[in-house]
């Protein structure tokens, strides 16, 4: 065989071997740990302190992630569910439990691909209203918040409190609010403006 040829043939398999070993033609896939992935955006930062935050401070930390970061989060978060029980004691003073009044209910349903059950109660108790969650229970997420709304959406609502616990029996003070207009309630992920569950009362 010409040597040249011979030399052209060596070259060329350099060439392509190379190649096919560069980066350009296959993909890496990096599997880092949440605590890691987080204390790469932030030193020290955790599932727990990023929850706390509040909003101002927790959205320089969202700018900076990525997608798979926060599904890491969510998925972290529903793995470990915030078991609450309060009972109707905490409500109703023993001299007028034969008082209470169910004003509306509604059954819980999850939203985008997240779990919720359970139901919700408008009670009256001596001219104070309370919203009551039996049963509840939904995907835990980083700081859900619960929200009365006329048609589901949260920017038309009032927001009343985070939510106590992602699972278990809770209550919640309603003043003032007419829930004949603010007829739905709202499961609501603060950080990623994500929808959880609700339950429409009726």
């Known amino acids: 065989m010409n040597k040249g040829i011979l030399i052209g043939i060596i070259i ?12 350009l033609f296959y993909e890496t896939e990096i599997n880092e740990s949440l605590p890691t992935a987080l204390d790469n955006i932030e030193s020290g930062l955790t599932l727990e302190t990023f929850s706390s935050m509040d909003d101002d401070q927790r959205q320089i930390i969202i700018e900076k992630m990525s997608d798979k970061v926060k599904d890491m989060i969510m998925e972290e978060s529903a793995k470990v569910p915030q078991i609450v029980s309060e009972d109707m004691n905490k409500l109703i003073k023993e001299e007028s439990r034969n ?9 819980f349903e999850g939203l985008s691909d997240h779990q919720a059950q359970g139901i919700a109660k408008i009670l009256e108790i001596n001219g104070e209203s309370f919203l009551r969650f039996e049963e509840f229970d939904v995907t835990n997420g980083p700081d859900l918040r619960v929200y009365l709304t006329p048609s589901g959406d949260i920017h038309d609502g009032i927001h009343l409190d985070k939510l106590k616990g992602s699972k278990g029996n809770q209550n919640y003070s309603l003043d003032d609010i ?17 929808y959880f569950g609700q339950a429409e009362l009726n």
């Open 99 to 107: 008082k209470l009044e169910i004003i509306k209910t509604g059954t």
């Open 12 to 23: 060329g398999i350099v060439v392509i071997g190379g190649g096919l070993a560069s980066p």
């Open 178 to 194: 007419d829930t004949d207009v603010y007829n739905t309630v709202v499961i609501y992920c603060q950080p990623f403006g994500a």
